[in-house]
């Protein structure tokens, strides 16, 4: 047996022996120093030293012995297709949309346990992922061992011939207008999520500061216990990757990785890197966090200042090297994404009852003279409600558009593609109404389930003026 597993050996014994030592300093130093034996543990049971050999299985050597751990699972992006491998999960009952920022109080062992691990494995200037994916009723709703709460990939869900029965009393069918079906089940589209920032507290918890980037599709379960880890998908919009244009998903999959390879460069810029307002030292209490600052980080992330990573230019594949390789060649299945618009995973928002729209059929799919319909309405609703729209969101106005109210200190640099404005304008700006009233409720995970940006600023442009008619209504 190496000298370093011996030593941790002989200090995880150490916590259970009697040396007497409460008695001179009460419970309390008896409780702190039992924390710091168990954190003391806890490092050395997520420290780096280990290695990991060619099978993949996780060693510690010395001089004179070598002992296998476990097996490791390292995540890994694969620019070539799109696909994030053996990406940890983490199934809660609330839905994350691209954009959006978070503070997470962990607190379950098994989360726990996962997002250790998570930082345990960081390398220097490597982002931490891992996936954010719905699960009505969260940990409890797992452990029920209901068919409808497993874990699942895009198609096994296809293949359920049950998934459209399930329906709980607050999914969108209890809403009369809400015409598409939302199912009490586990989702199969989630969100990729990075952590920015952590802290670990006194009683074990974790506190994590976390963005939301983009949105995957579980394609296979690598595990589930002692947490869910599965390989997924990044799926992009329409505009971003015409996969109605492509017959085939081998021929797809190239134009897909290229398209979610040069998304992935853009982040630098769409999120910056804050740090949570407390010192990165002792281990924290309840009562030393600074609820108030943390919350003025939330909810929605910050462009970064530096445009400087916009000049870098992604690597494109060139049509040899795809006829070259062996993959190149017709499957005779469809591109994933319209697989899931023709099982219904990925489908239209709902319309808005008692909105009368005039808008031709090139107006919404015109993301452009979308994006003006709806500033003009965020401006009409921002006048009648008297309500100033966070800069996160004030910045995406377009400079051209400098007559509205609604103003702005800061433009995004003008390097910034389009289409990537108006997506991020696509997820804030129902964010901003979600919780008002039906129309608007519980629409999360709609949102990341719609096809395209154009569909998505359409039914928030609906939102907005249903809204709007009802506020001129009571003015009148």
């Known amino acids: 047996m190496n000298t370093r597993y011996a030593q941790r050996q002989r200090q995880s014994t150490s916590i259970f022996s009697s040396s007497g030592e409460e008695e001179d300093g009460g419970i309390e130093d008896f409780d702190s120093k039992r924390m710091d034996l168990v954190r003391s543990l806890q ?22 012995d070598t002992i296998s751990m476990s097996s490791t699972k390292t995540t890994s992006f694969d620019a070539t297709t ?20 978070n503070c997470l109080n962990v607190h379950e062992m098994h989360y726990t346990h996962m997002f250790q691990k998570i930082l ?5 200037d490597e982002p931490l992922y891992f996936g954010h994916l719905y699960l009505p009723g969260g940990t409890r709703a797992a452990k029920s061992g209901e068919e409808r709460y497993k874990l699942k990939t895009w198609r096994e869900e296809l293949d359920d011939e049950n998934r459209f029965e399930d329906y709980s009393s607050s999914s969108t069918l209890s809403s009369p207008d809400i015409k598409t079906p939302m199912v009490d089940r586990s989702a199969v589209v989630g969100c990729l999520m990075e952590i920015v920032d952590h802290r670990r507290m006194e009683d074990g918890r974790l506190m994590i500061l976390i963005q939301a980037l983009e949105r995957f599709v579980v394609d296979k379960i690598v595990d589930t216990l002692p947490f869910s880890i599965a390989n997924v998908q990044v799926i992009l919009d329409k505009e971003e990757l015409p996969w109605e244009e492509s017959t085939d998903e081998n021929d797809c999959k190239y ?4 398209a979610v390879e040069e998304s992935f ?9 804050p740090k949570l307002p407390i010192s990165d030292g002792n281990y924290l209490t309840q009562e030393s966090v600074p609820w108030t600052e943390i919350s003025e980080l939330l909810p929605f992330a910050y462009y970064s200042t530096d445009d400087s990573c916009l000049d870098n230019k992604v690597v494109e594949k060139t049509q040899s090297n795809i006829q070259n390789d062996d993959d190149a060649h017709e499957s005779g ?4 994404e319209q697989e899931l618009w023709n099982g219904g995973v990925l489908w239209e928002p709902p319309p808005v009852s008692n909105v009368i729209t005039r808008r031709s059929k090139d107006t919404v799919e015109d993301t452009d003279a979308l994006e003006t319909l709806l500033w003009l309405a965020l401006d009409d609703f921002c006048r009648a409600t008297e309500f100033t ?23 995004l640099s003008s390097k910034y593609p389009k289409i990537r404005r108006q997506k991020r304008l696509s997820y804030l700006a129902p964010a901003l109404i979600e919780n008002i009233e039906i129309p608007m409720k519980g ?18 442009l609906e939102r907005y003026e249903y809204i709007n008619n009802k506020l001129i209504g009571e003015f009148e």
């Open 255 to 258: 134009i897909r990785g290229r």
């Open 333 to 336: 299945e469809l591109p994933i």
């Open 120 to 124: 345990s494995q960081s390398k220097p």
């Open 265 to 273: 460069s853009l982040h630098e810029y769409e999120f910056n890197s």
């Open 82 to 101: 799109g696909k994030i491998n053996n990406l940890p999960l983490w199934r809660v009952g609330w839905v994350e949309t691209p954009g959006r920022r």
């Open 443 to 460: 629409l999360k995970q709609v949102w990341l389930n719609t096809p395209s940006i154009a569909a998505r600023l359409n039914s928030a």
């Open 43 to 64: 490092r050395s049971f997520y420290s780096d030293d280990a290695q990991v050999d060619d099978s993949g299985v996780q060693t510690m050597e010395d001089d004179t």
């Open 389 to 411: 729209l966070p800069e996160e969101i004030r910045c995406l106005l377009p400079p051209e558009m400098d007559y509205l109210d609604i103003q702005t200190d800061h433009y």
